[in-house]
């Protein structure tokens, strides 16, 4: 066969030799590839043999082995023909594997030097070798470790081919945690673990090994944990306990490191044990164990008994616990109650607090010895739990029930006693009560009522003014479900209606009432004017005498004339009795009465069964009056008084009231009449301020004067201060815009006119009140200067002042003879009413009246001259607005009577004031003054002027 050309040939040549001379010389052919064959792995020390050989070439080539660097030696070669021609070389190398070879290249090359030819085969040489070195990275070997620590072990290994495999091993078992690293040479493997009481006095091993026949070189590591008990146990060997029998309790405590010791609690209350020593157990730890003993109690059933072992090194706890389970009877609870309380006409529970093991139980309720049966009853119900409801609670209810409860260890009972609420009733108040004056009683009220608490009952005073039981002096007291009012000095005041009130705080309360009656003997009713009764006895009239008394029991009464009892048969005396409450009343009517047989001393005797009273009246011819009495000043002013008397004896007719009053340095005392006529007070005004002034007061009536009351000596107040007037501040200013010329002019222009039209304005005006003036000064020239007295304290008149003012007025102008100017049609003052009346000077003492022809008068007054003598009148002020009178229309009212001779006024009825002992000889008549300025004033002159300004009645 022939080979194919090499590519190095460029002639056609044979690689066999030549057969003729026309055949193609031979030719150099390389050859193309070295190859070697077998394995270069083995172990270390053994002998590796590998073959190398060539393709066919021509020249034949020479092999060579190279180890690294080195060429080897130990080689066998061999060149044979090849099938179509050239030689193929073949060398066989045996060589002993050393491990410091392992990784060097093994080389096989082919070579021919005459040509310059080279060509190799390489692979690397893997030689085997166990590991060289193990060693593990652990704690120190002395530490202790509590359980639940994490700790890191490391396992190396260096050398060894193929690389060394790593494997930890706790005690026997392999452990597959972690993963191997490899870095250069070394190889590590890394175990983290939470150390647990398993791990206490674990061997951790660490295998190396790389799959060859040499033994793995190993590492070991001993770990030394501390631990708390693996587990605690109670046990023991009753399988029953009932009430007070004893029961024996066992601890064991699984393995710990160190030793626990052991604690016993039953709930929270600690237990005595006994020890019973440590034995060895697993995991190189020690097991506890302990005893305690106790006698069963109901109390403990359901209770746990705990044992508590504790590790001191550790200070750690661990604990079990044991329920107990008591078989006992059934037992009623400290809670229990004895007694309850229900509200009538409701419902109400009596409760059970039982309990029992084995808890089911059965229970019954008696009452008064009898089984109730709550089956089908319409108000006993047995609840959950034995507890016995009762609808519909009345007073019967009341008293003790007994509750049987039993089980299969027993039975027992407990009473229970109810107590029904209910409203209070009263069940006794004796009515009516009687007292003697000054002695003690009581009002006694008893009531029905549960509960009794203090403050049930309520005492009130049922009179027709509110008044406390304080006022009354009077004394509640209560006992249970009696309450009491004690009078001690019983008073008159203190009679009356008085209510009990019972509340115990169920609803309605209870009331009752009971009346006290003092007893006391007459009191005939006396003052000022009672013993007196003026009558004409000209037989035209009749005489009503009166006689009022208080008394209890009733009074009788009986009427004596000049100490002799009076004839009840005679014609002309009449009497009346009446009775309203404590009060008593008799009048005895005389007809006709006689100056010469009924003028006498009359006597109304007062009668009951505790004594006897009486009181004088003289039967009287008409006169003037007694003076008044108890002048006091009731308050003081800067410029007024007020005053209050008690009037005297009217003398059988209308009595009116004249203040006299004076100041140091006055030539004369200054008099004022009262109105209304009969009132007891009045102010006395236009006073000065800071001045001492005496005040007297005196009666009169048709028949003449009193003598002079009493009188007292007042001071008035100072003046007070005026407050200064309150200025204004000043508004800040505030610059405007600047407005443009023409509009500046055109403003000036409307502000002259409108300067021109308010000039024209006011002129106009000023010229009308010009006039309104004139028509006012002719107007105060028509009338007397103001400057009176106030008739009250601005209260509107009441009825009974009105209609004295109606007889006063009816009664002066009966008795004057002629017809009143005017009529006083549905007067009501809408405030205070002031009229005007005149001053009634005194002549200085030691002066003497040498007039003959009277005094001349003032113009437009109506009053001497003299009065106004060096010192001015004392006037009195306008104490009504006009316009009050103007809505009435015209009113017209007599004129104040002339002035006689000696400064009294005279007996002319047509005045304001008659007087006696005077003639209507000289008389003047009456001035018309209201009648003057309503004349003299034209219509609607006041109409344009202000309210004060306006016309007054004067």
Same mark, same amino acid.
């Given at each position: 066969?022939?080979?194919?050309? *090499?590519? &190095?040939?460029?002639?056609?040549?044979?690689?066999?030799?030549?057969?003729?001379?026309?055949?193609?010389?031979?030719?150099?052919?390389?050859?193309?590839?070295?190859?070697?064959?077998?394995?270069?792995?083995?172990?270390?020390?053994?002998?590796?043999?590998?073959?190398?050989?060539?393709?066919?070439?021509?020249?034949?080539?020479?092999?060579?082995?190279?180890?690294?660097?080195?060429?080897?030696?130990?080689?066998?070669?061999?060149?044979?023909?090849? %099938?179509?021609?050239?030689? +193929?070389?073949?060398?066989?190398?045996?060589?002993?594997?050393?491990?410091?070879?392992?990784?060097?290249?093994?080389?096989?090359?082919?070579?021919?030097?005459?040509?310059?030819?080279?060509?190799?085969?390489?692979? *690397?040489?893997?030689?085997?070798?166990?590991?060289?070195?193990?060693?593990?990275?652990?704690?120190?070997?002395?530490?202790?470790?509590?359980?639940?620590?994490?700790?890191?072990?490391?396992?190396?290994?260096?050398?060894? @081919?193929?690389?060394?495999?790593?494997?930890?091993?706790?005690?026997?078992?392999?452990?597959?945690? /972690?993963?191997?690293?490899?870095?250069?040479?070394?190889?590590?493997?890394?175990?983290?673990?939470?150390?647990?009481?398993?791990?206490?006095?674990?061997?951790?091993?660490?295998?190396?090994?790389?799959?060859?026949?040499?033994?793995?070189?190993?590492?070991?590591?001993?770990?030394?944990?501390?631990?708390?008990?693996?587990?605690?146990?109670?046990?023991?060997?009753?399988?029953?306990?009932?009430?007070?029998?004893?029961?024996?309790?066992?601890?064991?405590?699984?393995?710990?490191?160190?030793?626990?010791?052991?604690?016993?609690?039953?709930?929270?209350?600690?237990?005595?044990?006994?020890? #019973?020593?440590?034995?060895?157990?697993?995991?190189?730890?020690?097991?506890?164990?302990?005893?305690?003993?106790?006698?069963?109690?109901?109390?403990?059933?359901?209770?746990?008994?705990?044992?508590?072992?504790? $590790?001191?090194?550790?200070?750690?706890?661990?604990?079990?616990?044991?329920?107990?389970?008591?078989?006992?009877?059934?037992?009623?609870? $400290?809670?229990?109650?004895?007694?309850?309380?229900?509200?009538?006409?409701?419902?109400?529970?009596?409760?059970?607090?039982?309990?029992?093991?084995?808890?089911?139980? *059965?229970?019954?309720?008696?009452?008064?010895?009898?089984?109730?049966?709550?089956?089908?009853?319409?108000?006993?119900?047995?609840?959950?739990?034995?507890?016995?409801?009762?609808?519909?609670?009345?007073?019967?209810?009341?008293?003790?029930?007994?509750?049987?409860?039993?089980?299969?260890?027993?039975?027992?009972?407990?009473?229970?006693?109810?107590?029904?609420?209910?409203?209070?009733?009263?069940?006794?108040?004796?009515?009516?009560?009687?007292?003697?004056?000054?002695?003690?009683?009581?009002?006694?009220?008893?009531?029905?009522? @549960?509960?009794?608490?203090?403050?049930?009952?309520?005492?009130?005073?049922? /009179?027709?003014?509110?008044? $406390?039981?304080?006022?009354?002096?009077?004394?509640?007291?209560?006992?249970?479900?009696?309450?009491?009012?004690?009078?001690?000095?019983?008073?008159?005041?203190?009679?009356?209606?008085?209510?009990?009130? +019972?509340?115990?705080?169920?609803?309605?309360?209870?009331?009752?009432?009971?009346?006290?009656?003092?007893?006391?003997?007459?009191?005939?009713?006396?003052?000022?004017?009672?013993?007196?009764?003026?009558?004409?006895?000209?037989?035209? *009239?009749?005489?009503?005498?009166?006689?009022? %008394?208080?008394?209890?029991? =009733?009074?009788?009464?009986?009427?004596?004339?000049?100490?002799?009892? !009076?004839?009840?048969?005679?014609?002309?005396?009449?009497?009346?009795?009446?009775?309203?409450?404590?009060?008593?009343?008799?009048?005895?009517?005389?007809?006709?009465?006689?100056?010469?047989?009924?003028?006498?001393?009359?006597?109304?005797?007062?009668?009951?069964?505790?004594?006897?009273?009486?009181?004088?009246?003289?039967?009287? =011819?008409?006169?003037?009056?007694?003076?008044?009495?108890?002048?006091?000043?009731?308050?003081?002013?800067?410029? =007024?008084?007020?005053?209050?008397?008690?009037? /005297?004896?009217?003398?059988?007719?209308?009595?009116?009231?004249?203040?006299?009053?004076?100041?140091?340095?006055?030539?004369?005392? #200054?008099?004022?009449?009262?109105?209304?006529?009969?009132?007891?007070?009045?102010?006395?005004?236009?006073?000065?301020?800071?001045?001492?002034?005496?005040?007297?007061?005196?009666?009169?009536?048709?028949?003449?004067?009193?003598?002079?009351?009493?009188?007292?000596?007042?001071?008035?107040?100072? #003046?007070?201060?005026?407050?200064?007037?309150?200025?204004?501040?000043?508004?800040?200013?505030?610059?405007?815009?600047?407005?443009?010329?023409?509009?500046?002019?055109?403003?000036?222009?409307?502000?002259?006119?409108? #300067? !021109?039209?308010?000039?024209?304005?006011?002129?106009?005006?000023?010229?009308?009140?010009?006039?309104?003036?004139?028509?006012?000064?002719?107007?105060?020239?028509?009338?007397?200067?103001?400057?009176?007295?106030?008739?009250?304290?601005?209260?509107?008149?009441?009825?009974?002042?009105?209609?004295?003012?109606?007889? =006063?007025?009816?009664?002066?102008?009966?008795?004057?003879?002629?017809?009143? &100017?005017?009529?006083?049609?549905?007067?009501?003052?809408?405030?205070?009413?002031?009229?005007?009346?005149?001053?009634?000077?005194?002549?200085?003492?030691?002066?003497?009246?040498?007039?003959?022809?009277?005094?001349?008068?003032?113009?437009?007054?109506?009053?001497?001259?003299?009065?106004?003598?060096?010192?001015?009148?004392?006037?009195?002020?306008?104490? &009504?607005?006009?316009?009050?009178?103007?809505?009435?229309?015209?009113?017209?009212?007599?004129?104040?009577?002339?002035?006689?001779?000696?400064?009294?006024?005279?007996?002319?009825?047509?005045?304001?004031?008659?007087?006696?002992?005077?003639?209507?000889?000289?008389?003047?008549?009456?001035?018309?003054?209201?009648?003057?300025?309503?004349?003299?004033?034209?219509?609607?002159?006041?109409?344009?002027?202000?309210?004060?300004?306006?016309?007054?009645?004067?």
């Amino acid at each position: 066969m022939m080979a194919a050309p *090499s590519p &190095m040939c460029h002639t056609r040549c044979t690689l066999g030799p030549a057969r003729s001379s026309s055949a193609p010389r031979p030719c150099s052919v390389l050859p193309t590839e070295v190859s070697i064959l077998g394995s270069s792995s083995t172990p270390e020390n053994k002998q590796i043999s590998l073959s190398c050989s060539t393709t066919p070439s021509n020249p034949p080539v020479q092999l060579r082995w190279w180890l690294g660097w080195r060429e080897l030696t130990t080689t066998e070669v061999t060149v044979t023909e090849a %099938a179509h021609g050239g030689t +193929v070389t073949v060398s066989n190398l045996t060589h002993m594997a050393r491990r410091e070879e392992n990784g060097l290249p093994l080389t096989c090359e082919a070579f021919n030097e005459v040509v310059l030819f080279t060509r190799s085969a390489s692979l *690397s040489l893997s030689v085997q070798y166990p590991p060289q070195k193990v060693w593990i990275e652990a704690p120190p070997p002395d530490s202790r470790f509590r359980a639940g620590t994490k700790v890191r072990l490391t396992c190396f290994a260096s050398g060894g @081919n193929p690389a060394p495999r790593l494997i930890w091993i706790k005690d026997t078992k392999s452990l597959k945690e /972690g993963t191997q690293v490899a870095s250069g040479k070394i190889v590590s493997k890394e175990l983290i673990l939470t150390t647990s009481p398993s791990d206490n006095l674990a061997i951790y091993r660490c295998n190396a090994s790389n799959g060859s026949k040499s033994p793995a070189l190993t590492a070991q590591t001993r770990l030394f944990v501390q631990f708390s008990p693996i587990d605690v146990k109670i046990t023991t060997m009753a399988k029953e306990v009932r009430r007070g029998q004893t029961l024996t309790l066992t601890c064991i405590t699984g393995s710990s490191n160190p030793f626990a010791t052991l604690a016993w609690f039953k709930d929270t209350e600690k237990l005595k044990g006994v020890d #019973l020593g440590q034995k060895p157990a697993e995991f190189g730890g020690l097991s506890s164990s302990g005893k305690v003993t106790l006698v069963a109690s109901s109390s403990d059933n359901g209770q746990r008994v705990t044992c508590q072992a504790y $590790s001191s090194v550790l200070a750690e706890t661990v604990n079990t616990f044991y329920k107990l389970n008591i078989l006992y009877p059934p037992e009623f609870s $400290s809670e229990q109650p004895s007694m309850v309380q229900g509200v009538e006409h409701g419902a109400v529970e009596l409760p059970l607090h039982v309990s029992a093991n084995p808890p089911e139980m *059965s229970c019954s309720w008696s009452f008064r010895g009898k089984v109730l049966k709550p089956e089908g009853s319409p108000r006993h119900h047995l609840q959950a739990g034995g507890s016995l409801a009762i609808w519909n609670v009345s007073r019967a209810d009341v008293g003790q029930y007994r509750a049987r409860c039993q089980n299969p260890e027993g039975q027992n009972e407990t009473h229970l006693h109810l107590d029904v609420h209910y409203a209070p009733s009263i069940r006794s108040l004796r009515d009516p009560v009687y007292v003697d004056l000054g002695a003690t009683a009581e009002l006694v009220c008893i009531a029905d009522a @549960n509960p009794t608490p203090v403050g049930m009952f309520q005492w009130t005073w049922l /009179g027709a003014e509110e008044r $406390s039981l304080e006022e009354l002096e009077l004394e509640p007291e209560a006992v249970g479900a009696v309450g009491r009012l004690r009078i001690q000095g019983a008073r008159r005041a203190q009679a009356g209606l008085y209510e009990c009130r +019972v509340d115990n705080g169920l609803p309605p309360p209870a009331r009752g009432s009971a009346r006290l009656i003092v007893r006391f003997k007459p009191e005939i009713e006396k003052g000022m004017g009672l013993g007196k009764v003026a009558m004409p006895g000209d037989r035209s *009239s009749p005489a009503v005498l009166q006689c009022h %008394a208080q008394g209890v029991p =009733s009074v009788q009464f009986s009427w004596a004339k000049n100490g002799a009892a !009076l004839d009840p048969d005679n014609p002309r005396y009449t009497e009346h009795t009446w009775h309203e409450g404590t009060w008593h009343s008799s009048t005895l009517t005389i007809a006709n009465v006689s100056a010469a047989h009924d003028y006498a001393t009359f006597t109304c005797r007062a009668s009951n069964a505790l004594g006897t009273d009486r009181l004088d009246i003289q039967l009287l =011819s008409t006169s003037s009056p007694d003076p008044p009495t108890g002048l006091k000043v009731v308050s003081i002013t800067h410029n =007024s008084a007020t005053l209050e008397w008690i009037p /005297g004896f009217d003398g059988g007719l209308p009595q009116r009231f004249r203040i006299r009053y004076r100041w140091p340095g006055a030539p004369s005392a #200054l008099y004022m009449d009262v109105f209304p006529a009969q009132t007891p007070a009045f102010t006395l005004t236009g006073l000065s301020p800071d001045t001492p002034y005496s005040i007297g007061v005196s009666a009169h009536n048709a028949l003449g004067e009193s003598a002079q009351g009493p009188s007292v000596t007042v001071t008035t107040a100072e #003046l007070p201060l005026e407050e200064p007037p309150v200025v204004d501040p000043e508004v800040p200013r505030t610059e405007g815009p600047v407005l443009p010329p023409a509009l500046v002019g055109g403003l000036s222009a409307l502000g002259a006119l409108l #300067l !021109l039209s308010n000039a024209t304005l006011l002129a106009c005006l000023f010229r009308r009140r010009q006039a309104q003036a004139g028509v006012r000064e002719e107007a105060k020239k028509r009338r007397k200067p103001s400057a009176g007295n106030d008739y009250s304290l601005g209260e509107a008149v009441n009825p009974a002042a009105w209609q004295t003012l109606l007889d =006063s007025y009816s009664e002066r102008s009966a008795s004057s003879g002629g017809s009143s &100017m005017g009529t006083w049609p549905g007067y009501m003052p809408g405030r205070e009413y002031r009229p005007r009346l005149p001053p009634h000077p005194e002549r200085a003492e030691g002066e003497t009246d040498t007039s003959t022809t009277g005094p001349v008068a003032v113009p437009d007054s109506g009053f001497p001259a003299r009065w106004l003598g060096p010192l001015a009148p004392h006037e009195y002020e306008d104490v &009504m607005e006009p316009g009050i009178y103007e809505e009435l229309g015209a009113l017209h009212l007599q004129a104040p009577a002339p002035l006689c001779p000696g400064a009294l006024p005279c007996q002319d009825y047509t005045g304001a004031y008659p007087w006696r002992g005077q003639s209507l000889a000289g008389s003047e008549d009456p001035l018309r003054i209201y009648n003057q300025v309503a004349d003299m004033l034209p219509p609607g002159a006041d109409e344009g002027l202000p309210f004060e300004l306006k016309g007054e009645l004067v």
